[in-house]
């Protein structure tokens, strides 16, 4: 991606007009009378929140029939036109205005669609001609799954939580996993099954739509004879899997770092915490994993980034527009694959960016929803690819006051802890790590792949276009007429 391409110079204009106020404006050759339900609308609803919003699915109102729509309109326009904030409709909140704007799985909006929803409820709704209508999608089942669907499902066991009772922590019973050969995963998705009807509402604080607010959990392949609850292990490696939180979509990992799901494993959990959605609840978790092909091997190992503060967070009562701020030096040349801020009820927004040299440069900025906790998986070619050296530093933004209906009293000052109503502040993105040429050969492919000039420049690569030292295995092929880079 080339320094702010005309789209993104587009996109930056209409979101500065939306928060000054100013109505974003639909393409020239569309008028607000030529805007319709059956034409524009529907294909836009398909898109982005018939997955949650339909007959079974777990959003409180379907959005599949212009009288079903019809009836929510304005609050449409409301939620959508949020964008980037809690309380956004779809729950996507990557800023447009800033950083890198090529995600996996991207559900959200366009500065056209946008004001192609206010205009038609401004004008009164129309539907327009049926005959207009995209063809109704078909779901085959009460379980959506953003990623596709999985090639193997495990459902944990149902756990009962009762109103009003307090946190849980614990672990739960392991899982044997239904799997005679050795599967390299491309991705991973859990969703949470419960019996809370979906036209509840319920109480609006973190997490009232679930009762799980993470699991941290492995698979390992346990010993013949180990209580399950114990998950004894036979002493062989383990594969530790992203954390599952409130809400929480699909996790992709790095095309050329996909993770081994062994044989004979189970899931084990001995980090789980509930709490109670305001309502007695039963539930369980259904774990999806897609595979990459048989014979698969991986390129890239995981990296150790540790990148966050969890000891001494200090957030004032009754104000907003307070910061936290964490680094990390890069030991080793590593892609970022993923960016997924976790903070608790104040959290609003959360920026990361990375420090080469006299280079500061933001990668991303994200608002915050505790109650649907994302993470943004960059598109491939797109991954920020930083030389060891770099610093990394992510900023979260804290808002303790009644504005954030997350917050259950914000009389209250706030600190690090593991409870609902304490806080954390973490990136919990993927990571691989890169070799002296892994790391030149990746950027000499977006060299070539985007053209690049001198006068370009690619977010999230400081060395793309730089004179940089050649390590001696590429200096040593140069010299023997092995060719390499230029």
């Not at 009644?402 to 109503?421: F, I, L, Q």
């Not at 793309?464 to 007429?481: H, K």
Request: aromatic share 8%; hydrophobic share 40%.
């Amino acid at each position: 991606m080339k320094h702010l391409p005309k789209s993104t110079l587009k996109l930056a204009a209409g979101f500065a007009l939306a928060l000054a106020g100013v109505a974003l404006a639909p393409p020239s050759s569309v008028q607000a009378q030529d805007v319709t339900f059956s034409r524009d609308i529907a294909p836009i609803l398909q898109r982005s929140c018939q997955g949650c919003h339909r007959a079974g699915g777990v959003a409180p109102m379907p959005l599949e029939t212009y009288q079903q729509v019809r009836r929510y309109a304005p609050r449409i326009k409301e939620r959508t036109g949020i964008r980037d904030r809690a309380g956004a409709m779809p729950p996507w909140y990557v800023e447009k205005d800033i950083g890198i704007q090529h995600y996996k799985f991207d559900p959200s909006l366009s500065d056209e669609e946008l004001a192609a929803i206010a205009m038609w409820v401004d004008s009164g709704a129309p539907e327009g001609n049926p005959a207009e209508m995209p063809e109704a999608l078909v779901w085959n089942d009460d379980v959506t799954w953003g990623a596709g669907e999985p090639d193997l499902i495990v459902e944990t066991e149902e756990i009962f939580m009762a109103a009003g009772t307090p946190d849980w922590w614990g672990e739960i019973e392991s899982v044997m996993i239904p799997l005679e050969e050795d599967r390299y995963v491309a991705s991973v998705e859990i969703r949470e099954v419960n019996d809370i009807d979906p036209t509840d509402t319920g109480r609006q604080t973190v997490g009232g739509r679930y009762i799980f607010h993470h699991m941290i959990w492995s698979t390992r392949v346990l010993s013949e004879d180990a209580d399950a609850t114990l998950a004894q292990f036979d002493g062989g490696p383990a594969t530790g899997w992203p954390v599952h939180e409130v809400g929480r979509n699909a996790d992709i990992f790095d095309q050329a770092s996909g993770r081994l799901l062994r044989a004979g494993s189970s899931v084990v959990s001995n980090s789980v915490h509930l709490h109670s959605s305001g309502r007695d609840t039963r539930s369980k978790l259904l774990i999806g994993f897609r595979f990459h092909p048989v014979g698969y091997e991986p390129q890239y190992p995981r990296a150790s980034v540790v990148l966050g503060n969890g000891v001494d967070i200090d957030i004032d009562a009754n104000a907003d527009g307070q910061e936290l701020h964490a680094y990390e030096v890069l030991k080793q040349h590593t892609k970022l694959v993923t960016f997924e801020p976790h903070l608790h009820a104040p959290g609003e927004r959360m920026c990361i960016e990375a420090i080469w040299g006299f280079n500061v440069e933001t990668l991303s900025c994200v608002g915050y929803d505790h109650n649907w906790v994302r993470g943004y998986a960059f598109e491939d070619g797109y991954q920020p690819i930083l030389p060891k050296g770099t610093v990394v530093h992510i900023v979260g933004y804290m808002n303790n006051t009644v504005t954030n209906t997350n917050v259950p009293d914000p009389r209250n000052w706030a600190g690090s802890g593991n409870r609902s109503v304490s806080n954390m502040f973490i990136d919990l993105g993927m990571q691989v790590a890169m070799t002296d040429e892994e790391f030149l050969a990746e950027m000499q492919e977006r060299v070539e792949r985007f053209n690049l000039t001198k006068n370009d420049h690619v977010i999230g690569c400081p060395l793309c276009l730089a004179t940089i030292p050649v390590p001696s295995p590429v200096r040593e092929a140069q010299t023997d007429g092995g060719g390499g880079l230029d």
